[in-house]
C-alpha cells in the first residue's frame, strides 16, 4: 500500500513516500528547495504543465508569475494530493491524477516542467530523454522545457553527442 506523510521539523516540512519497501524523503521545503522552484516558476510562461505535485511549491510560484495563464499538474500519486491538501489546506493549479508518461490531452503548453527529477537523477540519461521527449509531444513550438536538474541533463546530452 502506497502512503504519503508531510511532517513538520523546525518549521520545515519534508514529504515522505512509503511504497511498501519502507519511507523515502521525497521532496522538502527548505530554503534552497523553495529557491531552486521559485528560479524554475520565473522562467515559466502561458500555459504550464507540470509533471509530479511534490508539494506545490512550484506551482504555487507559477500562480504568482504575472506571465503564467494556466498550470496544470499531472500527479501520480493521489496519496500526495490527498496529504497536501490535508497538511497545507489547498492544491495550487489543476490537478490531475495520473501518469505523466501515458497523459493524453489535445493541449498543448507553452512549458512542460519536470517535477519528478528524484526518478530522472536516479537513474540514467535515457530516463531523461524519455522525459524530454514526451515534454516534446505536449509543447507548442517556440515552448520551453524547465526542470531542476535540466542543465546537467542537457550537458550530459551535448557530451554523448560529441563522441
Given amino acids: 500500500e502506497r502512503r504519503a506523510e508531510i511532517l513538520e521539523q523546525n518549521g520545515y516540512h519534508f514529504l515522505w513516500i512509503n511504497n511498501g519497501h519502507g519511507p523515502e524523503l521525497w521532496m522538502w521545503n527548505v530554503p534552497s ?8 516558476a520565473a522562467q515559466a510562461f502561458g500555459d504550464v504543465l507540470v509533471a509530479g505535485y511534490g508539494m506545490g511549491i512550484v506551482q504555487k510560484f507559477l500562480l504568482d508569475n504575472p506571465f503564467v495563464t ?11 494530493i490527498e496529504e497536501c491538501q490535508k497538511v497545507f489546506g489547498q492544491l495550487y493549479g489543476q490537478v490531475t491524477i495520473g501518469d505523466f508518461y501515458e497523459y493524453e490531452t489535445d493541449n ?10 528524484i526518478d530522472q537523477a536516479g537513474r540514467n540519461l535515457d530516463e531523461y530523454k ?10 507548442r ?16 546530452l551535448h557530451q554523448e553527442k560529441s563522441y
Fill in 33 to 40: 528547495e523553495v529557491d531552486d522552484q521559485k528560479e524554475i
Fill in 70 to 80: 494556466s498550470v496544470t499538474t499531472v500527479e501520480i500519486s493521489p496519496e500526495v
Fill in 108 to 117: 498543448r503548453f507553452d512549458c512542460v516542467i519536470g517535477d519528478i527529477w
Fill in 130 to 139: 524519455e522525459f524530454k521527449q514526451k515534454a516534446g509531444c505536449l509543447i
Fill in 141 to 156: 513550438p517556440g515552448g520551453k522545457i524547465l526542470g531542476w536538474g535540466a542543465d546537467y541533463f542537457e550537458f550530459l
